[in-house]
Each structure stands twice: as C-alpha cells, then as structure tokens.
C-alpha cells in the first residue's frame, strides 16, 4: 500500500491507496495561514511536518492497517512558495507562499534585466511576485539578518521529504513553478540567478517525479509510526499531480478545471504554450517529457469561501450550500450586478498584484442571493478569459473536467457550462484528484504500474452540464461588461493604497 500527502494551503490530506492507485481512506489535518495588509502570505513549515505526522497516524489507527504493509509514501505540495532554511536544515523564517505579493520591486528587476518576452519564453510563466524567485529576494532585500542564516531554498513537499529522509532535492514539475526553471534546458536557470544575484548552491538537486529519494530516518519512521525500510518517491506540485489525479495524462485527455482555494485551467501538452499576450503559462508535468500548461486565478473556491463568511451566520459547509442553492434562483449579471474574484491579486489573466476584489453595480434590491451568484458568475467569468487566451494561442478546448471542493456545486458547474458554451462534468474525485495523481506518481515510482496512464481508470465522470445556448449567448455580452469593469478600475487599483 501507498500513503500520499497533499500539502495545501489550510491542511494537509493524508491518503490511503492500493498499490495501483486507488484510494481507500483519507484524513485531513488542517493549520493556519497567515494573511496580512500589504500582501503577506506565510505559514510555518513546522505545521506542515506536524500535520503529516498527525496525518499518517491518524490514517493508520484508523484503517487499522499494519504499517509494515505501507510500502512507499509520497508527497504533492503547494507550489511557487519559498521555504528559506539554515545549514541544519530548519526554518529561518515563516514560508511566503504562492498567495504572498510583496515583492513587486523585485520582479520589476528581474523584467528589466531578462526583458519580459525573453523571460517568458526561458521560464514558461511571467516574471512576478506570486513566484518563488522573486519572494527569495524579497527576503534578502528586506530581512538582512534572515539572510544571513539561509543556506539552502526548497518548496512546501521538499521541506517534508528532507524530514523524512533527511534529503532535499526538488522535482521538475516544482521546480519549473519557481521562476529560476530553464525550462528548455531542464535545469536551474543560470541566466535568472545572475539577474537575482542569487548562488545556485542554496537550490537543491531536480530529480524526476517518480524518483525513489529514499527511506526513512530513524526519527522520521518513529514520528509517523512506519517503519524505516518504507520508501519515499519524489512526488511532484499540485496542479500537475492534480492533473494526474483527474485523469489528465496526455492531450488526447482534454482540459479540467480545478475549483480548490485558488483555481485553475489547464490540460497535458507535449510542448510548451505561449500565449501572445502572456495571459497563461506552463508547468513541467510529472509525467516524463510532458508540459501542462495552466492558467491560475488566485482566489477561485476562496472568493466563494469569502462570500459564506461574510454573508452567512454560521459559515458552515451547510450554510454555504444554502446560500449557493439561494444563488441559483437569482439573477446577477442580468441586472447588470458584477463581482470581480481578485481578493489576492491576480495571476491568470492579469498578472495584476494591485487588482482587489469588487462588487459592481450593486442596487438597492440586491440581496445575499444575488452577491453570491454574483460571486460564482465573477469566477466563471475570470476562467473564460483564461479559457480564451489558450484558443488564442492554438489549443483547443471543446470539453472541462471539474474537480476540486467547488466542483461539489451543480449550480456553479451549470453556470461555467453556460458562461463558457462547453460541456461541463463532474468527475468522481471531487476533492481526491491531488491525492490520487500523487498516489499513481508513487505507484510509477515503486515499479507498482506500468505508467501514469493507469489515472485514467481512477476515476469516472458522474455528471454533465451541458450549456443552454441562449444562456451562453447572454453570458457572451455580460463577459464583455465584466472584462470592461476591470479594465476601467485597474489604473484605480494600482493607486489606491497611495491615496
């Protein structure tokens, strides 16, 4: 049997698989994060370590399974973060992760000293502060006696993998999140660290997804309650993984979507996407040779979240369901009601750290109902754009696969349906697809399946929405009005904490 864990942003889920894959039981064991005026996004890597060894703990008490029959654990984890750590390997601060934008200035210096077309076409994504590199030397330009301390840099399942194997070595689909990825090359960009003025010797070793790294330390294997032969595969970040998990493997497969805290497009490619406009970008996938290109909102499942908890009672699961089933009978762009889903910034398709959320057009009539439909059309309204710059640049999207937490909502995957004129279905790892993709990464790894392939049978579609026509025909102009209300606010945005 396999154990996964899947380091998210509010908890780690530890997962339970046969040797080919398929999940048995999970638990989920949540930590804080903390969020902050000026764009701070941090958490302690040592909740991360204590959640996965609560985690697998809990997992083995619970199944009742013999942890000698654990054979192999793996990890997917939050990307584009930074962990900074000493010479013995601990935390010297707080990880900024993927959510944090303060270090604007530093990629304005890296856009000035690479040239941004230039940078895109080397990296796969666009110089900004949501990367990894550009936080690093935030922390060098802001924090001096930090830096001084930092001996060696890694993402969110490295910090974890070095606990439990006393290895740090990253894989490529993480290392190609970090903005320091030549992705042509397949290695650390030498070019981007002079620019950086950053020393190569503080990145750590990329190895292939599948790689064994190793087994258990003496105090790794007595923490999680495994025993110390078990072994340990790289793993790989969670939009690839997640890709896996959902079936994803190749470009036969189509595109997803998934609705989690941030939300995201994207499907398996064979070569890089680069999009005229710099909208979207391209990970590195865990499946050898191949690319994924992906466009990334900031706060897709998070602005609905928001929504419960400022309009519910008792934001609770049930109480948002309530108001999601209250939304469906409401109208909100139709009255001309907009919400713009930038809580955190924005990524895909604006690449706007200033961009906030808003409600526009709001009357005297609008009521819960109607904000927080206007919150689920805002999101779908967001991934069109994104959906949009891929056909702009040759790909074809004529179907999405929905996973993630928001995919539980048939009244938000009928609207996306609607919004984006395509079928919409459910797939039957709503909330799984990171723990499955990483599980089958495992498997390829301990030489348990033949290849990634074997997702595909991990899951079934249990759901289609199919688009009304006259609805996605509305939807057309009413995207038209949502795009209008950012472009004509963005100036406002850049400037309005300086007022």
Not at 59 to 69: C, G, M, N, Q
Not at 128 to 137: A, G, H, L
Not at 245 to 262: F, K, M, Q, W
Request: proline fraction near 5%; include cysteine.
């Amino acid at each position: 049997m396999i154990i996964a864990h899947d380091l998210g942003t509010t908890g780690d889920k530890a997962s339970l698989h046969e040797d080919n894959g398929r999940l048995l039981a999970a638990v989920t064991v949540g930590y804080p994060a903390h969020f902050a005026d000026g764009g701070v996004a941090e958490q302690d890597p040592t909740d991360w370590w204590n959640a996965v060894v609560e985690a697998t703990r809990t997992l083995i008490a619970r199944t009742e399974v013999d942890p000698a029959s654990v054979t192999g654990l793996v990890v997917s984890g939050q990307m584009m973060g930074a962990v900074l750590l000493d010479a013995s390997y601990e935390p010297v601060r707080p990880a900024i992760i993927w959510a944090d934008t303060r270090s604007t200035r530093q990629a304005d210096q890296l856009v000035d000293a690479l040239g941004e077309r230039e940078a895109y076409r080397m990296l796969g994504h666009r110089v900004n502060p949501t990367y990894s590199i550009e936080k690093v030397m935030w922390v060098r330009d802001n924090e001096p006696e930090n830096w001084a301390r930092v001996s060696h840099f890694c993402l969110a399942k490295d910090f974890v993998g070095h606990r439990l194997t006393a290895r740090l070595v990253t894989d490529r689909s993480d290392a190609s999140g970090t903005n320091a990825f030549d992705q042509r090359r397949g290695t650390w960009a030498a070019d981007v660290l002079a620019a950086a003025g950053l020393d190569a010797k503080i990145f750590p070793e990329i190895v292939d997804s599948a790689t064994v790294i190793g087994t258990l330390t003496a105090e790794a294997a007595s923490a999680i309650g495994l025993p110390r032969e078990t072994r340990l595969v790289m793993g790989g970040g969670d939009g690839p993984v997640a890709a896996v998990g959902a079936g994803i493997v190749a470009p036969e497969d189509g595109a997803y979507v998934c609705l989690g805290t941030s939300s995201w497009i994207s499907f398996a490619s064979e070569e890089p996407i680069y999009d005229p406009a710099l909208r979207t970008f391209t990970f590195d996938n865990v499946v050898p040779g191949s690319f994924v290109p992906t466009a990334t909102m900031q706060a897709g499942g998070a602005s609905l979240q928001w929504a419960n908890e400022l309009l519910s009672p008792d934001p609770s699961n049930a109480t948002l369901g309530a108001l999601v089933a209250d939304a469906d009978t409401a109208d909100a762009a139709t009255g001309g009601l907009f919400f713009l889903p930038y809580l955190l910034g924005e990524r895909s398709p604006h690449w706007d750290p200033h961009a906030a959320g808003a409600f526009v057009g709001i009357e005297r009539h609008h009521g819960r109902a109607h904000m927080t439909r206007a919150v689920l059309e805002g999101v779908a309204f967001n991934l069109l754009t994104c959906i949009q710059a891929f056909r702009d640049a040759g790909a074809s999207i004529d179907r999405v696969d929905a996973i993630g937490g928001g995919a539980a909502s048939a009244v938000w995957l009928q609207i996306m349906a609607d919004v984006w004129g395509v079928p919409v279905r459910r797939r039957s790892v709503v909330e799984e697809a990171n723990s499955l993709g990483a599980a089958v990464t495992g498997a390829v790894g301990l030489g348990f399946v033949d290849g990634f392939s074997a997702a595909r049978d991990l899951s079934t579609v249990t759901a289609e929405f199919t688009p009304d026509a006259s609805r996605h025909a509305a939807y057309g102009k009413r995207h038209v009005a949502f795009s209008d209300a950012y472009d004509r606010l963005r100036p406002w945005f850049a400037t309005r904490t300086a007022r």
